[in-house]
């Protein structure tokens, strides 16, 4: 059995009737693509023999749906905010300029300027959250700030108004 071919085969065979099903169960194209693509992942990984075409086909499709139903599951226990939602809750439009110019920084900055500044916590508390130093909270609160301050050029030590 060639599983290279064996796959190549499927794909052309059965990409349109896995995309028709996941788009009426998802209704999302990225989630439809990343289905697809975890469908044929697990074919490889799993080399199952069929009995016959419909066998195959049967056998996609039921994976292609559980697939989906565990992306669908997953989005409900762990439902997502839009960046615009964020944005629209902020008043003034000096916050939204500040939250748009956070979102450039560096993750490291940008992590630990949130922590600190939106959600309160303390500098050892974020220390101990990200597993690194106090001095190195420290450094990526120093560094961000002054990365703010250059983009937005009105940011002060304190980031006053907040987020």
């Known amino acids: 059995m060639d599983i290279e071919k064996d796959i190549r085969e499927a794909v052309i065979k059965y990409s349109d009737t896995l995309y028709k099903v996941c788009i009426v169960i998802l209704c999302n194209e990225q989630d439809v693509q990343d289905a697809i693509q975890d469908t044929f992942c697990r074919y490889l990984e799993k080399k199952p023999e069929f009995r016959d ?3 195959e086909k049967a056998w996609l499709i039921k994976v ?19 960046i615009d939602e964020v944005e629209n809750t902020l008043a003034a439009p000096e916050q939204k300029e500040i939250f748009r110019e956070l979102l450039e920084l560096p993750v ?31 450094t990526r609160l120093l560094r961000g700030r002054k990365q703010m301050r250059e983009a937005v050029g009105m940011v002060s030590d304190t980031m006053e108004g907040g987020l």
Request: hydrophobic residues 40%.
């Open 53 to 55: 075409e419909e066998h």
């Open 64 to 82: 292609a749906t559980n697939i989906c139903m565990d992306m669908i599951r997953f989005r409900l226990r762990h439902p997502k905010v839009s």
């Open 108 to 138: 490291k900055q940008k992590t630990v300027l949130y922590l600190h500044y939106v959600e309160g916590y303390q500098i050892k508390e974020i220390a101990d959250i990200l597993g690194i130093t106090e001095s190195a909270v420290k």
